[in-house]
């Protein structure tokens, strides 16, 4: 019985690492070979296929390269040959490569998105243990459908759902609000639940001037209206609480949709969807009457992914507004 063929595009990150005793630091520098030499077995279960995209660390990948690196999945995703593929990349920046993926892929064979969180001259490495589960998960036919996963610590989490929780923790990568899809356990994925109502983007190209600013008490509008004044196309605000904002904010929130720059809010709360709720100065209803975009429970690092991708389809306000509130408003 012939074994799938799993395609693995190489990116750099963590993974990829190892100490440089000059300067005492991980920097990129094992081959791919040298990281699936470290993967123990896998031969048995597929046969892989390296690609090299890159050697960057995840803070060096921009929206521009991931555009790059969607192109190469899905040209390599169109091969009969190929069963699923799998990016290795840079944690700091994984979920937001896996969420643009995963809304401008549309495609039944499995993507998974894997990395690290210790460099190989560390005790515990766990890039082989993380890469071993990612083919395990490609080649599973219970992976079909489910858009791209992340694939961590055992744990096969959506990637419209997960987020990096924690700076050092094994198990960083975290679905807060629902859970993980699934695990991989003795070999074999199991899934517990199905995503519901994914969402396709089907941008050829994305518009990488959109800003992201956070919201904090007191906050007034000179952030807002430097982001214009500087060629922002898109903002998006992380609120406060359930989408709201200090009333100072109102004017250079304003000077943005004037300036037919598009604004998106999400919540700074880690959990839970922005709702025009409150009708205070300041307030969601306000803001919303306004022209402002609610962009549900995601958070803004995802939000301005999701805003890129729309803003290359249309400069519309009330397609963007489609784009981004579809499944959430409903």
Request: overall charge negative; charged content about 20%; hydrophobic content about 40%.
């Amino acid at each position: 019985m012939s074994k799938p063929k799993v395609a693995i595009i190489f990116t750099g990150g963590t993974i990829s690492m190892t100490v440089d005793p000059r300067i005492g630091a991980a920097i990129p520098s094992l081959s791919n070979e040298e990281i699936m030499s470290l993967v123990t077995n896998i031969d048995k279960f597929a046969e892989i296929e390296p690609i090299n995209f890159s050697k960057l660390p995840g803070p060096h990948i921009d929206p521009l390269m991931m555009m790059d690196m969607q192109k190469l999945v899905v040209e390599t995703l169109e091969r009969k040959d190929i069963a699923g593929v799998i990016i290795t990349h840079g944690t700091d920046t994984l979920e937001e490569t896996a969420y643009l993926l995963d809304l401008t892929i549309n495609c039944e064979k499995p993507v998974v998105v894997v990395g690290a969180m210790r460099n190989s001259s560390e005790l515990g490495y766990d890039g082989p243990s993380n890469l071993a589960s990612a083919v395990c998960t490609v080649i599973s036919p219970d992976a079909k459908n489910k858009g791209v996963l992340v694939v961590m610590n055992n744990e096969v989490n959506a990637a419209s759902e997960v987020t990096k929780t924690n700076t050092l923790r094994l198990n960083t990568f975290k679905s807060l609000e629902f859970g993980a899809l699934g695990i991989v356990d003795n070999d074999k994925v199991i899934f517990h639940r199905q995503i519901l109502d994914r969402q396709h983007i089907p941008a050829k190209t994305i518009i990488p001037n959109v800003d992201l600013i956070k919201c904090v008490a007191g906050m007034d509008s000179k952030l807002v209206k430097y982001c214009v004044d500087t060629g922002a196309k898109g903002i998006v605000i992380e609120a406060l609480g359930r989408g709201n904002v200090p009333p100072a904010m109102l004017e250079g929130i304003e000077y943005a949709l004037t300036n037919n720059v598009v604004v998106v809010m999400v919540s700074r709360c880690p959990t839970g969807r922005v709702l025009d709720t409150y009708g205070y100065e300041g307030g969601g209803r306000q803001l919303r009457n306004l022209g402002v975009i609610l962009g549900g429970d995601l958070p803004g690092q995802k939000a301005r992914i999701k805003l890129m991708l729309a803003l290359s389809i249309s400069n519309e306000l009330d397609a963007i507004r489609e784009m981004i509130e579809s499944n959430q408003y409903q």
